[in-house]
């Protein structure tokens, strides 16, 4: 099972598996012959507010940065619920949900406005995506929000 989640490991070394990279620490991952990594682990930030830090390494004197999940860390502030079926309308984009045009009981027609996402100074406004009605309003006006958090819930 861990090999399907996260892929074949045997390539690590011992200690990198269980303990991780030291800041500057470097290790060499041969993947087969004549094919070596050489990783360096150059930064890793702060634990933000959500439990997520920045971590930058240099894979073969490339820069690449990861953002990870600080199991160490319980997050301060809460997540909201990802929508994930089709009757569920979600966030399109990271910001502050501004307005909110709909309730309970509401019958939209499709392309009708549901909601508005304000990022970056710019407005956007998100539609339903058919006709129905409106079974629940998840979150309210001046919420920030993740991209795919669930606004409204359609019947």
Do not use: W
Not at 93 to 112: P, R, T, W, Y
């Amino acid at each position: 099972k861990h090999q399907q989640e996260y892929g074949e490991i045997s390539h690590l070394p011992t200690s990198l598996f269980f303990y991780g990279l030291k800041l500057n620490e470097e290790v060499l991952v041969e993947l087969g012959r004549g094919k070596v990594l050489i990783i360096r682990l150059l930064y890793r930030s702060p634990t933000d507010e959500n439990g997520m830090c920045g971590v930058t390494f240099d894979f073969n004197g490339q820069i690449r940065a990861v953002q990870i999940r600080d199991l160490s860390v319980k997050p301060t502030r809460a997540t909201n619920r990802k929508a994930v079926d089709p009757n569920e309308v979600g966030t399109s984009l990271q910001g502050k949900l501004s307005a909110i045009m709909v309730k309970a009981g509401d019958e939209v027609e499709q392309n009708a406005p549901l909601f508005v996402i304000e990022a970056m100074k710019m407005e956007t406004t998100i539609t339903a995506p058919e006709a129905g009605k409106v079974k629940k309003v998840h979150l309210q006006a001046g919420e920030l929000v993740e991209q795919g958090d669930l606004v409204v819930e359609m019947e």
